[in-house]
């Protein structure tokens, strides 16, 4: 067999989508997040945003900021950003930090990490009024089926699911889910990715290399980016 495709078959990775440390296992791959104004930029690949809860007194500085950091090739995806009804920051501002990401996002061609807390309405409204041409991957869903089925409509809208999903309620969205519109994420918890990818598979009735093997697809097809 040749050397490349014995190594093929071999490859195994648990993708990370989103969180917000860079610790990882051998082997695996995390896509950090930064948020503006609150972390520092990371060296690596990573997503880069004004997140809707730490939107600065200070706007245009943040946004210069965020303009410099969104043009940075280690930067391959615009947020998280997005809306947020159980935060204390102003509705209006939210409304404008989140639209002009997503100009910024369509103009420099880079997918999209979106944060909605009860505002898929509205998040649905803004990409639209902005004609959102990249990916956009909604982290972080805690939401039902048929909201998802709604939301996968739209053939660059992919949801990301977490920790959550280990509470057992979510088993039903889980078995509909179609594994080429699926990310895998810890966000801000301390379980380990393995351990999502192994509730996930227990969940969907497959084998781990089967999502693995997707998601890497997922991957690679959404991001200008390989993962070695
Ligand atoms: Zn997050």
């Not at 997503?47 to 007194?57: N, R, T």
């Not at 910024?104 to 990409?127: D, G, M």
């Amino acid at each position: 067999m040749p050397y490349l495709s014995y190594l093929k078959l071999n490859v195994s990775v648990y993708i990370n989508i989103h969180a917000h440390s860079i610790a990882s296992k051998a082997g695996d791959f995390v896509l950090p997040n930064c948020i503006v104004s609150k972390d520092y930029l990371f060296e690596q690949p990573c997503s880069a945003g004004i997140h809707p809860w730490y939107i600065d007194q200070n706007r245009d500085a943040q946004w210069e900021a965020f303009m410099q950091y969104a043009k940075k090739p280690q930067v391959l995806a615009i947020g998280e950003c997005g809306l947020d009804k159980l935060t204390s920051t102003t509705w209006a501002i939210q409304a404008e930090t989140f639209e002009k990401q997503l100009e910024i996002a369509n103009q420099l061609n880079k997918p999209l990490i979106i944060h909605c807390v009860r505002a898929y309405h509205e998040v649905f409204v803004s990409l639209l009024r902005k004609e959102v041409q990249v990916p956009v991957i909604f982290h972080g869903y805690e939401r039902n089926w048929p909201l998802a089925e709604q939301l996968l409509k739209n053939k660059n809208y992919y949801i990301s699911l977490g920790a959550a999903i280990g509470k057992g309620k979510m088993d039903e969205l889980i078995q509909q889910l179609p594994l080429d519109r699926l990310f895998l994420e810890t966000d801000d918890k301390s379980t380990q990715i393995s351990d999502i990818y192994a509730y996930f598979c227990r969940a969907k009735k497959l084998p781990t290399q089967q999502v693995e093997d997707q998601l890497l697809a997922n991957f690679n097809r959404i991001f200008n980016y390989s993962i070695a």
